[in-house]
């Protein structure tokens, strides 16, 4: 049985906290339904009502976009441990570029990593809580350092290059480019 509340809870804020991966699913009308899954070190919980998450350079921007055109974001958690719980959060999102006034006030809630692209900012309209009694155990290995590998790697200018050539989703929808390489950790 699902149940819904309109701000995320104490207990729902903990469990957050302790997964180490989490998904993250946008639309915008006439383009593929975007769901990606994330990992690192790279969401916060701002406040009941308000998350945020890091975004690095990847292989698109569809979550940019999506959000620009419409605003509609879910993200979810699944504990792959005790107690099963999976965790929606229904928002509306926007994203944070470095060149924007208001990102290093929202920048300041994470460690900086190599290509941080962008902060999607994300205000909470509900949450949804399941059983999860479907989700297998899992336990984390370790994280991914390729990623942030290839980040370090490279040239700043030529990546700085590269964003700015990314104006447009998959589906052509619009998107802003960031405006600098930010090295991170």
Same mark, same amino acid.
């Given at each position: 049985?699902?149940?819904?509340?309109?701000?995320? *809870?104490?207990?729902?804020?903990?469990?957050?906290? /302790?997964?180490?991966?989490?998904?993250?699913?946008?639309?915008?009308?006439?383009?593929?339904?975007?769901?990606?899954?994330?990992?690192?070190?790279?969401?916060?919980?701002?406040?009941?009502?308000?998350?945020?998450?890091?975004?690095? #350079?990847?292989?698109?921007?569809?979550?940019?976009?999506?959000?620009?055109?419409?605003?509609?974001?879910?993200?979810?958690? &699944?504990?792959?441990?005790?107690?099963?719980?999976?965790?929606?959060?229904?928002?509306? #999102?926007?994203?944070?570029?470095?060149?924007?006034?208001?990102?290093?006030?929202?920048?300041?809630?994470?460690?900086?990593?190599?290509? *941080?692209?962008?902060?999607?900012?994300?205000?909470?309209?509900?949450?949804?809580?399941? &059983?999860?009694?479907?989700?297998?155990?899992?336990?984390?290995? #370790? /994280?991914?350092? *390729?990623?942030?590998?290839?980040?370090?790697?490279?040239?700043?200018?030529?990546?700085?290059?590269?964003?700015?050539?990314?104006?447009?989703?998959?589906? #052509?929808?619009?998107?802003?480019?960031?405006?600098?390489?930010?090295?991170?950790?």
């Amino acid at each position: 049985m699902a149940d819904f509340t309109e701000a995320l *809870t104490e207990k729902q804020i903990a469990m957050i906290a /302790e997964q180490p991966v989490f998904f993250v699913a946008t639309a915008a009308a006439d383009a593929r339904i975007n769901l990606s899954p994330k990992g690192y070190d790279a969401f916060r919980v701002l406040s009941p009502t308000r998350v945020a998450y890091l975004d690095l #350079g990847g292989s698109g921007n569809e979550t940019h976009a999506h959000l620009a055109a419409d605003g509609r974001i879910t993200v979810m958690f &699944c504990n792959f441990q005790r107690p099963p719980l999976i965790l929606r959060i229904y928002g509306r #999102g926007r994203p944070v570029l470095p060149q924007d006034a208001e990102w290093e006030a929202l920048a300041a809630h994470f460690t900086l990593m190599p290509g *941080t692209r962008q902060i999607f900012d994300i205000a909470v309209e509900s949450v949804q809580s399941s &059983c999860g009694w479907g989700v297998p155990f899992m336990a984390l290995e #370790g /994280e991914r350092e *390729t990623l942030k590998k290839a980040h370090r790697q490279s040239d700043p200018a030529q990546w700085e290059a590269k964003m700015a050539t990314r104006t447009r989703s998959i589906d #052509g929808l619009p998107t802003r480019a960031t405006d600098r390489f930010i090295a991170g950790e």
